[in-house]
């Protein structure tokens, strides 16, 4: 998918000003981040459940060349195929190559994030093979021509109402003329008009969640049962996972699960777990003919044994954004490319480059949210003040913030200097009207003060003032 | 594997052991990996489903229904009655596709006279499909569907309405259980091609992040718990 990452503090203006996305934003507070709340409060084990996943996933990673090798032997064994790609370029040849093998006209989609990180769909369109998706936040967007803005909710920005109108635009050429109103209709209307395209569907492709080295299954969750029709009904699966995704064993599996389901959108459990290993048995009067599983690499081998590493723990529960605030304002397209949230922040410049991405660990408050709701613990605050040093390392910061950062540090690193400037300017802010407790307006602060009052000074001097007078 | 594809392979392999500044995994460390692999450790047990098995029975129906499932609870000979029954209670036609299972086939199927059963897979037009369960888990109330001869996974799927009869002795605690007897049934490395663990009707959040029921799979799920 082409970025966008480089126009971000325009994209932030867009989404601000978009009041549909704003509608649909104030809902996060109250729909997945609550229901988590109360799921991992029903959990006594949680907390340490968390823990574990953590460990798993480590271990996983420190091992990640003999899982893959491991979870290869087993996938052969049963019959099914595995195909290595380097970069996102190998992964849309090697599908590409797949689909016409099948003399495929139709690819039935389940939601990828992947499959949205290597502009699959694109590549499939180019050579004359159209791509259905099937998750219904993804058909949504598909029919709008848009990208995802959540990645376990790709559809989360638009309204009921936007939906209705999409739904009457495109299907009244298919006979449903009438607009509707309510969301249980308009989910039974995408069944019905989906129903069709997965029954002619030549290819089913789904992402995985999960890797299991020690069954070569695939493991993929879902509420919908659309990958699971994807698996079952073509007459090839191709499943596309990146490197990351492999797991040693069920039991770690089921560890994982429990924090899954419940940090993404407060479920007990998804409506459908389900493990693919391999192709249609003898017997068998359902499934695939042809299973393949190709594994992606796109940058992230190289992320490990860095101090960036602990992004590869991620298993895309979408937690991080639904509780970040800044997430909260702007929403998912703001960031310009396929993950968005803190994960996004962390990964884009890492999978596209800090040049283009730059931004996006900046649109942080550091305020902690995302880290403290990770289901695997990962440090996302951490992980975006390292990309931070490295965007001013690379003298990729605009000269206004190098310049004002490089006077900040030449102030703080003296510290007669600083305790005189800073006392200085508290008498002069004071000056200025302490009496109100806020300014409505200050010289250089407009940036601020154009959309919310400064709070003044308290009197007793500034901070370090006051804690030379009050420490015992 | 062609030239390409194994130096894809290659590529990403040695690019991994590169970033871990080593080399391919051998020694002790291997044995280690191997051994966890063939002995895997249990994660940290749920307090909640560690039950005597009428106490676990009990709390699978009770996470089944909070998930959106009815549940209703009968001796063997009952479990034909029932279904029928429960055809008649929400209106619907008394026809269904089984899966052809010999423990399905094992329930008193002739005694309702007016049920017409088709054996097989799946197909569009379904509106009712009745299989069993390979297990079911008491923690969430979630069943579980090895696919096999007995078991075409298209009736899980493609069905308005999905009837599933599990015996009590088959639901267990958490998925560690479900694994440890997939082990025993198929043999540790020949997983069936499919398990579905399927937790209540299909769903989704996709609009406004409220849950409507229906979105692709079954609306509705009615599980036949078998007393014994």
């Given at each position: 998918m082409e970025s966008t990452a480089r126009d971000f503090n325009d994209n932030v203006d867009h989404a601000l000003a978009d009041p549909n996305l704003q509608d649909s934003l104030a809902k996060l507070k109250v729909g997945f981040s609550e229901r988590r709340r109360q799921a991992a409060e029903r959990l006594p084990e949680f907390e340490v459940l968390r823990d574990r996943a953590r460990d798993i996933k480590n271990h996983a990673l420190a091992n990640l060349d003999f899982y893959l090798e491991e979870f290869e032997r087993k996938v052969l064994a049963l019959g099914g195929h595995v195909h290595w790609a380097p970069t996102a370029a190998d992964a849309r040849r090697i599908i590409g190559e797949l689909c016409q093998s099948m003399g495929a006209r139709t690819v039935a989609k389940s939601k990828s994030m992947v499959a949205e990180e290597i502009a699959l769909n694109e590549h499939l369109e180019e050579l004359g093979i159209a791509p259905i998706e099937t998750d219904l936040g993804e058909y949504i967007i598909q029919l709008r021509r848009e990208p995802p803005?959540?990645?376990?909710?790709?559809?989360?920005?638009?309204?009921k109402d936007q939906v209705a109108d999409t739904f009457l635009e495109h299907h009244a050429k298919l006979g449903f003329t009438k607009r509707l109103t309510e969301r249980n209709d308009l989910v039974a209307e995408a069944r019905h008009v989906l129903r069709q395209k997965f029954l002619d569907a030549d290819v089913g492709l789904t992402g995985a969640n999960f890797l299991v080295a020690e069954t070569g299954s695939s493991m993929l969750v879902t509420n919908e049962g659309n990958a699971d029709l994807s698996n079952t009904l073509p007459r090839m699966h191709i499943v596309l996972a990146s490197i990351e995704k492999v797991i040693p064993t069920l039991e770690d599996a089921a560890v994982l699960l429990r924090v899954l389901a419940r940090s993404a959108t407060?479920?007990?459990?998804?409506a459908y777990t389900t493990l693919n290993t391999g192709p249609k048995r003898p017997?068998?009067?359902?499934?695939?003919e042809h299973y393949h599983v190709v594994i992606l690499d796109n940058g992230r081998?190289?992320?490990?044994?860095?101090?960036?590493?602990?992004?590869?723990?991620?298993?895309?529960?979408?937690a991080c954004m639904n509780h970040c605030p800044v997430y909260g304002a702007?929403?998912?397209?703001?960031?310009?490319?396929v993950y968005p949230g803190p994960l996004g922040a962390v990964l884009t410049p890492q999978l596209i480059g800090v040049e283009e991405a730059g931004n996006l660990p900046n649109a942080?408050?550091?305020?902690?949210r995302c880290e403290s709701v990770c289901p695997v613990r990962i440090p996302l605050p951490k992980l975006m003040r390292h990309w931070r040093e490295r965007e001013f390392e690379r003298h990729l910061t605009p000269t206004a913030v190098r310049q004002g950062l490089a006077l900040w540090s030449f102030v703080a690193r003296r510290p007669a200097l600083y305790r005189r400037l800073t006392g200085l300017t508290n008498r002069v802010l004071a000056l200025f009207g302490r009496a109100e407790g806020r300014y409505r307006a200050l010289p250089l602060a407009g940036g601020w003060t154009r959309f919310r009052d400064l709070p003044a000074p308290p009197a007793g001097g500034t901070f370090h003032a006051q804690w030379k007078k009050r420490r015992p | 594997m062609s030239e390409t594809s194994t130096t894809a392979r290659a590529q990403i392999l040695n690019g991994i052991r590169r970033s871990l500044r080593r080399g391919e995994i051998t020694g002790e460390q291997r044995q280690a990996v191997e051994a966890r692999l063939a002995r895997p450790p249990l994660g940290p047990?749920?307090?909640?489903?560690?039950?005597a098995q009428p106490e676990k029975v009990a709390l699978f129906c009770q996470w089944a229904e909070t998930n959106n499932a009815t549940v209703a609870r009968v001796a063997a000979p009952d479990v034909a009655a029932e279904v029928v029954s429960f055809l008649a209670r929400n209106n619907l036609p008394a026809r269904a596709a089984m899966a052809p299972s010999p423990l399905l086939a094992g329930?008193?199927?002739?005694?309702?006279?007016m049920l017409s059963l088709r054996q097989g897979r799946g197909e569009a037009n379904d509106q009712v499909s009745v299989t069993g369960a390979f297990a079911g888990i008491a923690e969430t109330g979630t069943l579980v569907m090895a696919s096999g001869p007995d078991h075409p996974v298209t009736l899980n799927l493609l069905p308005d309405t999905h009837i599933v009869v599990i015996r009590e002795?088959?639901?267990?605690?958490?998925?560690e259980e479900v694994w440890t007897r997939l082990r025993e049934r198929y043999?540790?490395?020949?997983?069936?091609?499919t398990v579905n663990t399927i937790t209540g009707p299909s769903r989704t959040g996709?609009?406004?992040?409220a849950m409507e029921l229906g979105?692709?799979?079954?609306?509705r799920m009615h599980i036949v718990v078998v007393r014994e």
């Open positions: 803005s959540h990645i376990i909710a790709p559809a989360v920005h638009l309204t407060g479920q007990e459990s998804s017997g068998d009067l359902d499934g695939p081998s190289a992320v490990l044994g860095t101090e960036m590493q602990e992004i590869l723990r991620c298993i895309r529960c979408g702007i929403g998912g397209h703001a960031y310009g490319w942080s408050t550091f305020c902690g | 047990a749920v307090a909640r489903a560690r039950l329930y008193d199927w002739d005694s309702q006279k002795s088959d639901i267990v605690s958490g998925y043999g540790k490395n020949r997983m069936p091609r996709d609009i406004e992040q979105a692709h799979g079954p609306r």
